[in-house]
């Protein structure tokens, strides 16, 4: 290879390079917990040792606290946490149920009790009601919420309507393909929003903001929403960020099966069809189903990797929807009258259309010869000139079986 031809490939392959580290230290979930360890007088403890241990994945992490009692640890991936403190003198610390939220800081500042390092105090954490270490404006939506919400469709991407500022669609309305969400938050136009699924962008820029596909609830851990005056590192939107945050395994193994049906037998008619006397024995006929599993647990081989199932671990989840439905949602669908082509139609032969009062157009109405202007010969199109995608798509349509029309061309 020439040195020109080496110095190339050498920048192409830097570029590529800094293209995956710019990516790799971008957007992200992992968070932050710090804080600060005092002793009763509320001087700082230094070389105070902390450990931070996930209540999901019992994953640990172990820190000391600096000259100042100040501890840190990064790179942490959002959920519950308990933070221990051990130092000498002092009774060991520990606080449970710590939330950390998707790429956010929590503080656990720890006040330490003078006494032998056998004895413990234990401490419940408290919900925290402001995020200090952040300006931005931010929603989340938690797992228990999730878990207590009613989704139609059960698209988790509807949670995003539940933050101040979104103004969205109607949460009743069936969703679970591809959707926007809320199409504004605070004034944004849709497509200035961004839809992420665990930090990967997923918005059909060409669609006006749409979704690609959408996730399923049952595997979705967090819905978080930053709104406003978020860290520069989101970019790509001037918007609202709709963050959906997968469930992951943990230490122990749990799975699930579930269905959710829909079906005409199990559902009243409505008040339309019943004052309709050809559609009022049965309700509009739906037939829907979305049902899935999913499974989760500890990689490990006994004796010999991951032997105490707090190193890797695993998740899946499928979910499927199977809906038929034969009515539309329009006021003259949902009463069970529509006006299909007639029988004679289906045959290329239009002389109906030629009486006044036909209940197609209630006028006259005359098919000429595109290719030469002139009316074909009562209304009839020859055999010979008739189109097989034509006659497809008028056998696509159900046979009319109204003889005397309602409503004026209620025909089927």
């Not at 002389?351 to 290719?371: A, G």
Request: aromatic share 10%; hydrophobic share 35%.
């Amino acid at each position: 290879m020439s040195q020109g031809r080496y110095r190339i490939v050498c920048l192409l392959c830097l570029g590529a390079l800094l293209t995956i580290v710019r990516t790799s230290f971008g957007q992200s979930d992992l968070g932050s917990i710090v804080g600060f360890i005092k002793d009763p007088s509320g001087a700082t403890v230094p070389k105070a040792v902390v450990i931070i241990k996930s209540e999901a994945t019992a994953v640990e992490r172990r820190t000391t606290s600096n000259e100042s009692g100040y501890y840190v640890v990064t790179n942490v991936p959002p959920g519950l946490y308990s933070v221990s403190v051990e130092a000498p003198g002092f009774k060991s610390f520990e606080v449970t149920h710590n939330k950390l939220d998707p790429n956010a800081t929590a503080t656990v500042d720890v006040a330490m009790a003078v006494g032998a390092p056998t004895e413990t105090v234990e401490v419940s954490a408290a919900a925290t009601t402001l995020q200090s270490e952040s300006a931005a404006i931010q929603g989340l939506v938690t797992r228990e919420q999730i878990d207590m919400l009613e989704l139609n469709g059960r698209n988790p991407i509807g949670l995003a309507g539940l933050v101040p500022g979104a103004r969205g669609n109607n949460m009743a309305n069936l969703s679970f393909n591809f959707s926007q969400g809320p199409s504004n938050f605070n004034g944004s136009r849709n497509p200035e929003n961004l839809i992420t699924f665990d930090g990967a962008p997923a918005t059909r820029t060409r669609s006006n903001g749409t979704s690609l596909g959408a996730a399923d609830v049952d595997s979705t851990q967090e819905v978080q929403i930053l709104t406003a005056d978020y860290a520069a590192e989101y970019g790509r939107s001037s918007g609202a960020q709709i963050r959906i945050l997968t469930r992951s395994g943990s230490s122990q193994f749990h799975g699930a099966a579930y269905e959710y049906l829909r079906n005409t037998d199990l559902n009243a008619n409505t008040w339309t069809r019943n004052a309709n006397p050809f559609t009022a024995s049965t309700a509009p006929p739906i037939h829907y189903n979305q049902f899935g599993y999913n499974l989760g647990g500890p990689f490990y081989i006994p004796g010999k990797f991951n032997a105490d199932k707090n190193k890797v671990f695993w998740y899946w989840g499928q979910e499927w929807v199977r809906y038929h439905w034969t009515e539309s949602g329009s006021s003259v669908g949902t009463a069970g009258l529509l006006t299909v082509p007639s029988v004679l139609m289906r045959q290329g032969n239009f002389s109906e259309l030629l009486n006044p009062d036909n209940i197609f157009y209630n006028k006259q109405v005359i098919i000429k010869d595109p290719n030469t202007g002139n009316p074909f010969s009562g209304n009839i199109i020859p055999k010979d000139r008739l189109s097989p995608n034509g006659l497809g798509i008028l056998n696509a349509w159900p046979v009319p079986n109204l003889v005397n029309p309602i409503g004026g061309n209620g025909n089927w």
